[in-house]
């Protein structure tokens, strides 16, 4: 798939990670892969790829772990 692909490179680049060893990650969140900023990074990139808005209760801490 390509948007999973962009998206973890999008990961990768935001959080130092090579996108091999992000599919193997266990909670973006709760081990620091990912922090506010970089949510908010992603949150514009799906965004911006399905051309509409995330809707805010889709945004939560298990949501991106």
């Known amino acids: 798939m390509l948007f999973e ?3 973890l490179d999008l990961i990768a680049q935001e ?3 090579k ?3 992000l ?3 266990n909670g973006l969140m709760s081990t620091g892969v990912l922090d506010s900023f970089s949510q908010v990074t992603v949150i514009t990139f799906v965004e911006e ?3 509409g ?3 805010p209760s889709d945004l939560t801490f ?3 772990d």
């Open 23 to 25: 599919k193997a990650a």
């Open 49 to 51: 790829q399905i051309g």
């Open 62 to 64: 298990e949501n991106f």
């Open 19 to 21: 996108p091999d060893a």
């Open 15 to 17: 959080s130092g990670i």
């Open 53 to 55: 808005e995330v809707p």
């Open 5 to 7: 692909s962009e998206l």
